[in-house]
């Protein structure tokens, strides 16, 4: 079961908080609206149908963890310091799943999950220096045989199609952009340059090939 430490008490298997260096990348604001509806959306599915799916099974917790999406991720990129195009790759690998499993529905108790596993095996793709599974399942609140167990999952799941082009990077940051102006939801992303460019995924991604 996930047990990430709540919004008011520090994991203490990670260590004391780390100094505040910048303000959370907008990135993971979209990222985590666009997830909560998402999952809003596939509750809803799931009543209305037979159930979640069994490909996502290996990611379920026994309850849903109370720290919102929003808060984990921020916990995530705080601890690991992981580049912020890794969140942008780490849903493009949540779409892909979607895509290729679509009867498997992302839900409350597997999206914590799913996201540390897609952020963790992202920042092994893009950045030069990265923690371990270890240090990722801390931070999760995961046990490391079990992000170990989910990680392996994910691949097979994903056929081991974890490369991402710059080209579809930037697809995937017009697609989240565009989701935040449908839902009129300006605030990410008045007065701020393109989410691709801030991101720099040219040199994020320029050794990445579809």
């Known amino acids: ?33 666009v997830m909560e509806k998402l999952v809003a959306r596939n509750e809803w599915l799931a009543k ?13 917790g026994v309850r849903a963890p109370s720290i919102s999406i929003a808060k984990y991720l921020e916990r995530i990129y705080k601890y690991t310091k992981c580049s912020p195009a890794c969140f942008v790759v780490g849903y ?9 499993h679509p009867g498997s529905l992302v839900v409350s108790l597997n999206v914590h999950r799913l996201l540390v596993t897609c952020v963790m095996i992202a920042s092994k793709i893009l950045d ?30 994903l056929d081991f199609r974890v490369t991402v082009s710059f ?22 992303l008045k007065n701020n340059r393109p989410l691709q460019e801030s991101l720099s ?3 994020s991604l320029s050794s990445l090939y579809v």
Do not use: W
């Not at 996930?2 to 910048?22: F, I, K, Q, S, W």
């Not at 159930?51 to 290996?58: C, D, M, R, V």
């Not at 990265?130 to 170990?148: C, I």
């Open 1 to 33: 079961m996930l047990t990430v430490a709540g919004d008011d008490e520090l994991d203490p298997v990670v260590g004391p908080e780390p100094p505040t260096e910048a303000a959370t990348p907008r990135v993971l604001t979209i990222i985590s609206h």
């Open 128 to 157: 030069d220096v990265h923690y371990n599974n270890e240090f990722y399942a801390r931070v999760g609140g995961v046990s490391n045989a079990d992000l170990n167990k989910m990680e392996l999952e994910l691949l097979f799941l």
């Open 92 to 100: 493009v690998y949540m779409d892909r799943l979607a895509h290729r």
């Open 201 to 203: 995924p040219a040199s």
């Open 167 to 188: 080209r579809v990077f930037e697809s995937y940051c017009f697609h989240l952009e565009k989701e935040m102006l449908q839902n009129g939801d300006v605030s990410s």
């Open 48 to 60: 209305q149908t037979t159930g979640f799916g069994k490909s996502l099974e290996a990611f379920h």
